[in-house]
């Protein structure tokens, strides 16, 4: 079988696919259009987000038994035309649910303890502490959307704390000792604290807005290393502004591309993310919540192993 790979990754994905006997080619630079004009020679596709995959460049992988994703997510990918076209699709969502847990908590502790704040203020040699006094996660009620690898890995993480872990998703009974599964309405109604851990669908595009921000009961902190298409960010700063919500931990945002590697398809800087990059009380990094030294490895090492159980 022959695979094409359209994004670089560990070298340790090449390398075993050789050895399980995979011919294997790497063009990292052609367009789409070049990509499309000779899928139809393989039998296989590795790829992370660098373009869609349409119909019709599914409609021109004429011999194309797999398509595997880098990472968690199949957004970019038309799943239902493909899976009818009888492609099998691969995700590693186990490869990086590790990584994404420790960069929630890792941001939560963060935004509690002002420690984004406190740093620039002391690199500018003021020493403010009554202005730092931060807050202890202990006794709060942290509420998940999604219980996938992703939340799941996150409420693992938050077992070494005193709180309560709600759980929302549509599935049932993913519940476990980690998060007790709760509707939507009892998830408002208690939460503390948001984290979202949804794939990016037609049921979560644009699901966190105004109506949804003011449900909530209480004051709440949110929490994003989901994807940035779910919350509308004009409604975010509109919490934030009224205090509806206390503060954010934002690893995606709305205004990136589909391959997520940058953020802005024009030079022109939205209001709303102008409001961010100068809140205190909003902490953001670059899409890398799953973007670790052990992730890069594991996501590489889960893709083989799925193609090797499936193919080989």
Same mark, same amino acid.
């Given at each position: 079988?022959?695979?094409?790979?359209?994004?670089s990754?560990h070298p340790l994905?090449?390398?075993?696919?050789?050895d399980?006997?995979f011919?294997n080619?790497?063009?990292?630079?052609?367009?789409k259009?070049?990509i499309?004009?000779?899928i139809?020679?393989?039998?296989?596709?590795?790829?992370?987000?660098?373009?869609?995959?349409?119909?019709?460049?599914?409609d021109?992988?004429?011999?194309?038994?797999? /398509?595997?994703?880098?990472?968690?997510g199949?957004?970019n990918?038309?799943c239902?035309?493909?899976?009818?076209?009888? /492609?099998?699709?691969?995700?590693?969502p186990?490869?990086?649910?590790?990584a994404?847990?420790e960069?929630?908590?890792?941001?939560?502790?963060?935004?509690?303890?002002?420690?984004? @704040?406190?740093?620039?203020?002391?690199?500018?040699?003021?020493?403010l502490r009554?202005?730092?006094?931060?807050?202890?996660l202990d006794?709060?009620?942290?509420g998940?959307?999604?219980?996938g690898?992703?939340? @799941?890995?996150?409420?693992?993480?938050? @077992?070494?704390?005193d709180?309560?872990v709600?759980?929302?998703?549509?599935?049932?009974?993913?519940g476990?000792a980690n998060a007790?599964?709760?509707?939507?309405?009892?998830?408002?109604?208690?939460s503390d604290?948001?984290s979202?851990? /949804?794939?990016?669908t037609d049921l979560?595009?644009?699901?966190?807005?105004?109506?949804f921000?003011?449900?909530?009961k209480?004051p709440?902190?949110?929490?994003?290393?989901?994807?940035g @298409?779910s919350?509308?960010?004009?409604?975010?700063?509109k919490?934030?502004k009224?205090?509806?919500?206390?503060?954010?931990?934002?690893?995606?945002l709305?205004?990136?591309?589909s391959?997520?590697?940058n953020?802005?398809?024009?030079?022109?800087?939205p209001?709303?993310?102008q409001?961010?990059?100068a809140?205190e009380?909003?902490?953001l990094s670059?899409?890398?919540a799953?973007?670790?030294?052990?992730?890069?490895?594991?996501?590489?090492?889960? /893709?083989?192993?799925?193609?090797?159980?499936?193919?080989?």
């Amino acid at each position: 079988m022959k695979i094409l790979h359209l994004d670089s990754n560990h070298p340790l994905l090449l390398s075993q696919l050789n050895d399980l006997g995979f011919t294997n080619h790497e063009d990292y630079i052609a367009s789409k259009s070049e990509i499309e004009a000779k899928i139809s020679e393989y039998d296989g596709m590795v790829i992370r987000s660098r373009f869609s995959i349409d119909k019709s460049f599914l409609d021109a992988a004429t011999n194309l038994k797999f /398509i595997g994703r880098v990472g968690a997510g199949l957004e970019n990918i038309d799943c239902d035309y493909a899976e009818k076209k009888g /492609i099998h699709l691969i995700s590693a969502p186990e490869g990086n649910r590790n990584a994404v847990g420790e960069h929630a908590l890792g941001m939560l502790l963060s935004l509690f303890n002002k420690l984004n @704040k406190a740093d620039k203020e002391v690199r500018q040699g003021k020493w403010l502490r009554e202005d730092n006094r931060g807050l202890e996660l202990d006794g709060k009620t942290v509420g998940l959307i999604g219980y996938g690898n992703m939340g @799941k890995a996150f409420a693992k993480k938050l @077992k070494g704390f005193d709180v309560e872990v709600l759980c929302y998703d549509i599935k049932t009974d993913v519940g476990d000792a980690n998060a007790k599964q709760v509707i939507l309405e009892e998830l408002k109604a208690k939460s503390d604290v948001l984290s979202l851990h /949804i794939p990016q669908t037609d049921l979560t595009l644009n699901m966190i807005n105004s109506d949804f921000i003011n449900g909530f009961k209480n004051p709440f902190w949110l929490i994003n290393t989901a994807r940035g @298409k779910s919350v509308i960010t004009e409604d975010l700063v509109k919490g934030l502004k009224s205090g509806k919500i206390l503060g954010a931990g934002l690893d995606v945002l709305e205004y990136e591309k589909s391959s997520f590697e940058n953020l802005f398809t024009s030079n022109e800087m939205p209001e709303a993310f102008q409001y961010l990059i100068a809140a205190e009380n909003v902490l953001l990094s670059p899409h890398v919540a799953g973007w670790t030294v052990e992730s890069n490895i594991k996501l590489s090492q889960t /893709i083989v192993d799925k193609i090797k159980a499936k193919f080989c």
